[in-house]
């Protein structure tokens, strides 16, 4: 039996002409909304199950997003302070609850999507040294996004597999289900 699950907001729903950082916040909002349908129907023995000996289960992941994207944009973008425990994102072990997970990233995604939306084209061409690398703001907004994009997609495989296991299956895009 399908789970149907329509995503409200796509990053290519928005068109031509918008500038790079707000397209990057576009995509971080369609990932945060992913992964909120992904996780709707999961308990907290699926958010912190790991698949295998050695890999991280969703709360681990979605930790580690709030995380990353709050070192990389919050703090290396926008300059503000952050202490980051990257070991114990990776450790924590049922720490909080969907509805706190999901309320962590919610809040650490819309103060990245804020700060991209702002960013024009001098403050996108700024060095910045973030976490070792010498880079531009551009390159950490595209590494940022491109890193909650490959850990979106870890999470959406664990949520399938737990919802495989009772019968059910995830399914978004019906928009391109003829296709």
């Given at each position: 039996?399908?789970?149907?699950?329509?995503?409200?907001r796509?990053?290519?729903?928005r068109?031509a002409?918008?500038?790079?950082p707000?397209?990057?916040?576009?995509?971080?909002?369609?990932?945060?909304?992913?992964?909120?349908?992904?996780?709707?129907a999961?308990?907290?023995d699926?958010?912190?199950?790991?698949p295998?000996?050695?890999?991280?289960?969703?709360?681990?992941?979605m930790l580690?997003?709030?995380g990353?994207?709050?070192?990389w944009?919050?703090?290396?973008?926008?300059?503000?302070?952050?202490?980051?425990?990257r070991a114990?994102?990776?450790a924590?072990?049922?720490?909080?609850?969907?509805?706190e997970?999901?309320?962590?990233?919610?809040g650490?995604?819309?103060g990245?999507?804020?700060?991209?939306?702002?960013?024009?084209g001098?403050?996108a061409r700024?060095?910045?040294?973030?976490?070792?690398?010498?880079?531009d703001?551009?390159a950490?907004v595209?590494?940022?996004?491109?890193?909650m994009?490959?850990?979106?997609?870890q999470?959406?495989?664990?949520?399938?597999?737990?919802?495989?296991?009772?019968?059910?299956?995830?399914?978004?895009?019906?928009?391109?289900?003829?296709?």
């Amino acid at each position: 039996m399908p789970v149907a699950a329509e995503l409200p907001r796509l990053a290519l729903d928005r068109g031509a002409g918008m500038p790079f950082p707000a397209v990057a916040a576009a995509y971080l909002r369609e990932y945060l909304d992913k992964i909120r349908l992904a996780t709707a129907a999961l308990d907290d023995d699926d958010l912190w199950f790991r698949p295998a000996p050695g890999t991280n289960g969703i709360g681990n992941l979605m930790l580690h997003l709030a995380g990353n994207l709050s070192l990389w944009l919050l703090s290396g973008v926008g300059g503000r302070p952050y202490e980051r425990d990257r070991a114990g994102e990776f450790a924590a072990d049922r720490v909080a609850d969907r509805d706190e997970l999901l309320g962590r990233l919610a809040g650490v995604v819309d103060g990245c999507a804020a700060l991209l939306e702002g960013l024009d084209g001098e403050a996108a061409r700024r060095p910045v040294a973030i976490q070792g690398y010498e880079v531009d703001v551009l390159a950490a907004v595209f590494h940022a996004t491109e890193h909650m994009s490959y850990h979106t997609g870890q999470i959406v495989w664990i949520a399938k597999q737990a919802l495989a296991r009772r019968g059910e299956r995830l399914e978004f895009y019906s928009r391109h289900a003829a296709e």
